[in-house]
């Protein structure tokens, strides 16, 4: 939903440029910051793969980064190389029209991929994680789900990447694609970590519900300061000049959130991939305690969310880094879109009302697509 801020983008120019470098599995991302007027493009012409083994690794790294909700063989942490870096639509959509790729070969085939996409499938997990609920196991669980739309034959993702950008102008708007990650683009309202001069921000972003002028709940609100809390918690550990504003109500599409902001420096010695190695993933995605809740999401939700609530976002480009978490999100297959949304449920939490969360959320990229 457009807040009133116009992003400059020429009129009916043909952004489908961007699917000839999905079809030949070119490593590359474009964006464009909240806020922001401008589209950025990360391209990478080498041929090595830069797989970081953990998020510690990317200290002193530099690229757009693509990482997992849960790091493995299958889903690795992938940093695209900034060989081509360029801003401005009318640079990028130059330099793409004047070069030719090369073809490489993709094997991701969404179909051979677990997903939940009935109520009768999310109502089956959503009794299991409730269940731990109850029994005390955890104050707070992150329950997710796909949605598949069949790919028209018109579909380009370059087009929804366009349409996302002017429609969503708080958001951080991407379109990526590697052939260990395959193509995603997004639509995140949520901060995971930003640098620049040493000044460190992040964001506790929890708690849903529609446009209105109804107050906030308690269940929601509840939600959120267990996030604030894990983050007041392990900010301490590595952050000095700890500032927290909040929170507040922000606006993300048709639905509202409650944001606490931070903002620190990092105590010596430490660097941004200790702190990502700390934030990541947050209560916001996972759930509190962190440590079972993230266990028990691993062993207990009926697919894998791969680099959904994962991060994503440029490291150490043009001396900043901004790096979101992946939500409102969806990967691009051959045949199918997949979409995913997820909710935080509690013991005061209800089925019919945690689904419908996640269909108001969904709302975002079926608005682009």
């Not at 012409?45 to 002193?60: A, E, G, R």
């Not at 969806?330 to 996640?358: C, F, H, N, V």
Request: with cysteine; proline share 4%.
């Amino acid at each position: 939903m457009s807040l009133g801020f116009e992003m400059e983008l020429t009129p009916d120019i043909d952004y489908s440029i961007f699917d000839s470098l999905i079809d030949n599995n070119i490593r590359f991302a474009v964006y464009r910051q909240a806020w922001q007027k401008e589209i950025n493009l990360i391209l990478q012409t080498s041929h090595d793969t830069v797989q970081p083994s953990t998020l510690k690794d990317l200290n002193s790294r530099k690229g757009f980064v693509i990482a997992p909700f849960h790091i493995s063989k299958q889903t690795p942490v992938i940093l695209i190389h900034p060989d081509v870096q360029i801003k401005g639509e009318s640079k990028i959509l130059k330099y793409l029209s004047e070069n030719d790729f090369q073809q490489n070969i993709s094997d991701i085939d969404l179909r051979n991929q677990s997903s939940v996409n009935s109520f009768e499938q999310y109502s089956t997990d959503y009794q299991i994680f409730y269940s731990s609920l109850i029994m005390g196991k955890q104050q707070k669980l992150v329950l997710s789900r796909t949605y598949d739309v069949k790919r028209s034959k018109d579909f380009s993702a370059g087009m929804s990447f366009r349409k996302a950008c002017s429609g969503y102008d708080s958001n951080f708007v991407f379109l990526c694609n590697t052939p260990e990650t395959g193509t995603w683009m997004g639509v995140s309202p949520e901060l995971l970590v930003s640098e620049q001069a040493d000044v460190y921000k992040t964001v506790a972003l929890a708690g849903t519900k529609n446009l209105s002028t109804e107050n906030w709940d308690d269940k929601n609100r509840k939600e959120q300061q267990i996030v604030v809390d894990y983050m007041q918690q392990q900010l301490s550990r590595v952050g000095d000049d700890i500032v927290v504003r909040g929170p507040f109500t922000a606006q993300a599409g048709d639905i509202e959130h409650l944001k606490t902001k931070f903002s620190f420096h990092l105590k010596y010695n430490y660097k941004i991939g200790d702190l990502l190695d700390l934030l990541h993933p947050s209560p916001a995605v996972c759930g509190f305690p962190k440590e079972e809740a993230f266990d028990f999401i691993f062993k207990n939700e009926s697919y894998d969310r791969r680099y959904y609530s994962g991060f994503v976002g440029p490291l150490d480009i043009e001396g900043s880094s901004r790096l979101y978490v992946n939500l409102r999100c969806m990967q691009i297959g051959k045949d199918l879109l997949r979409l995913y949304a997820g909710g935080g449920i509690l013991p005061s939490s209800e089925l019919k009302s945690e689904w419908e969360e996640t269909e108001n959320k969904l709302q975002t990229i079926l608005s682009v697509i």
